[in-house]
């Protein structure tokens, strides 16, 4: 009878214990959650705030009272971004904006990832050297070697000019794109690369068949850091590429701003807004080909 009651207690003592860790797990996931929800909260609040004053009068904006909800919904100010013939178009910035910054992912890729697979696969004498050389480029900040930039490109008479713009972002991105695909690289095994090639590929096959597929979420997620960098710069297109015709999206909307009157801040954030959809809309088309890539990849490896 005794060692029925023993067991009997055993048995409760366990369920009350597993009933208490459960309680604390559960508590747990819900302050995670409550933790989750205010951050989330907490960085989307910004861009709801431009999506929100540029949905309504100016005159509101810079009064006293805070509005949380476009109360006199208006698109005056989009139409005012877009179509107003008194301020520099928004389409050809627009255009240059997608251009210079295309062609700077493309171009940064394909050396990035040359210079990552010699710097990982290979062992030559300077490439200690030349991978410290990357990270002390990293740490001068562009703008201290603006006149040297500014006194080069104009020297190649490439002044106001896409080329020339699109040369110096891709100098500029490249540090970071070669240090994150090294990264990449170095953590898949070279033994991948051996076992195809002893099971018959040559070389540049096994790397295109076992390597490439691996690599490839980590150059869509490197594409991705040098398009919003590349997107957003503002001091080199702004000392390069003065000329209204030539203006890139951050120069284009600083027209807005005016030094000795009232500035049109529902505009600035309209296009402001106009500006981001562009990034928002390349990033949801690249994660779901991101995600499909790494599991593509595990499969493969």
């Known amino acids: 009878m005794s060692a029925t009651t023993a067991i009997v207690t055993r048995g409760a003592t366990g369920r009350a214990a ?16 409550v933790l989750s ?14 999506v929100n004053t540029s949905l309504q009068p100016n005159n509101e904006i810079r009064g006293s009272d805070i509005h949380f909800w476009p109360d006199n919904f208006t698109l005056r100010n989009y139409a005012t971004v877009l179509f107003d013939p008194g301020r520099t178009p928004f389409a050809p910035a627009a255009v240059n904006s997608l251009i210079v910054t295309l062609t700077t992912v493309a171009v940064a890729l394909i050396f990035a990832f040359l210079a990552a697979i010699a710097v990982t696969r290979f062992r030559f004498k300077s490439r200690r050297a030349f991978i410290i050389t990357i990270l002390v480029i990293q740490m001068i900040p562009g703008e201290a070697m603006m ?3 500014f006194r080069v490109i104009d ?6 000019t896409l080329i020339g713009l699109t040369i110096v972002y891709v100098a500029t991105v490249l540090p970071f794109t070669i240090w994150t695909l090294r990264g990449f690289v170095n953590g898949v095994p070279v033994e991948l690369e051996e076992a195809a090639m002893i099971d018959g590929c040559s070389r540049s096959g096994a790397f ?10 980590g150059l869509i997620a490197t594409g991705v850091f040098a398009f919003i960098q590349a997107w957003n710069e503002f001091v080199i297109a702004l000392v390069l590429n003065a000329r209204p015709e030539m203006m890139t999206l951050p120069v284009w909307l600083r027209t807005f701003l005016v030094a000795n009157g009232t500035t049109n801040w529902a505009a600035i954030m309209a296009g402001s807004t106009l500006m981001a959809i562009p990034v928002i809309v390349f990033f949801l088309i690249v994660q779901g080909r991101m995600t499909s890539g790494l599991v593509s990849g595990a499969v493969k490896g």
Request: no cysteine; net charge positive; charged share 10%.
């Open 37 to 50: 929800i205010a951050l989330f909260a907490f960085f989307t609040f910004p861009v709801y705030w431009m």
């Open 208 to 217: 295109w068949r076992v390597t490439f597929p691996l690599l490839a979420p």
């Open 155 to 160: 020297g190649w008479h490439l002044l106001n």
């Open 18 to 33: 597993t009933s208490r860790r459960g309680s604390r797990k559960r508590i747990s996931t819900a302050l995670w959650s």
């Open 147 to 149: 006149i040297s930039i």
